[in-house]
């Protein structure tokens, strides 16, 4: 089983709506999730950090964690085409300091 | 407001050559790291370092790589003899590493690919 599960997409989104992004982890020890933008050919900029079961919120995003289900989600409401990249999805366990990546998933916002 | 910088941004080097990846990260961060995703893969962890030393590696940081803090503000990141899978774009990390729920968090570098001919 892979560690990190995302649908690779392409998922398209018309301009304005709400973009949903799953994914799915393995490691029950999991402590920290994250979410990474990437755009093509470019390194991986930090949207969302989440740590705790629940919804946070920052802006236009919001992350959701469910630890019993091994399952975070992101949200992205009033998409814009500057939304249209990689979505990468990430944790790290305690006591360990790696990321462990998932392969992302391709987001398309249509104009 | 600060950020991980990387040199050189591309690297053409012939199979058998050692190469030197330059970084260097953010001021006051306590936490480096290497990563590399190979073209339409995931970013894959390479390395860990914390007070001047590796505190965790994966299986793909082999005998051929090697970090290094040679003064206060970088970081590299070598390889020996670089082979044609070696090929691949190659990011440093950092985090602040204090306390609190932000220590983990890892801002990356641009990156540099590496072209192995």
């Known amino acids: 089983q892979k560690e990190v599960e995302q649908n690779s997409g392409p998922l398209s989104v018309p301009e304005g709506a709400i973009a949903s992004l799953n994914c799915t982890y393995s490691d029950r020890v999991s402590q920290s999730f994250f979410w990474y933008r990437q755009y093509s050919g470019k390194s991986p900029e930090l949207i969302m950090s989440i740590y705790s079961n629940g919804d946070k919120e920052d802006g236009r995003f919001t992350a959701q964690l469910n630890k019993a289900s091994q399952y975070v989600s992101l949200l992205i409401r009033d998409s814009q085409p500057s939304d249209s990249a990689t979505y990468l999805c990430?944790?790290?366990?305690?006591?360990?300091?790696?990321?462990?990546f998932g392969q992302g998933t391709r987001l398309t916002i249509n104009p | 407001e600060p950020e991980v910088t990387q040199t050189p941004s591309h690297q053409v080097t012939q199979m058998g050559q050692e190469v030197i990846l330059r970084c260097v990260p953010i001021s006051n961060h306590l936490y480096f790291y290497w990563y590399r995703q190979i073209l339409g893969q995931k970013v894959e962890f390479l390395v860990s370092?914390?007070?001047?030393?590796?505190?965790?590696k994966s299986e793909i940081f082999d005998d051929q790589f090697s970090v290094e803090r040679p003064d206060g503000s970088n970081f590299t990141l070598k390889i020996r003899s670089t082979k044609l899978e070696d090929s691949a774009m190659y990011f440093c990390?950092?985090?602040?590493?204090?306390?609190?729920?932000?220590?983990?968090?890892?801002?990356f570098g641009a990156g540099t690919r590496l072209s192995v001919l």
């Open positions: 370092f914390y007070n001047n030393e590796i505190s965790e």
């Open positions: 990430a944790y790290s366990v305690q006591g360990a300091q790696k990321l462990v």
């Open positions: 990390a950092s985090s602040p590493g204090t306390s609190g729920r932000g220590k983990n968090i890892q801002y």
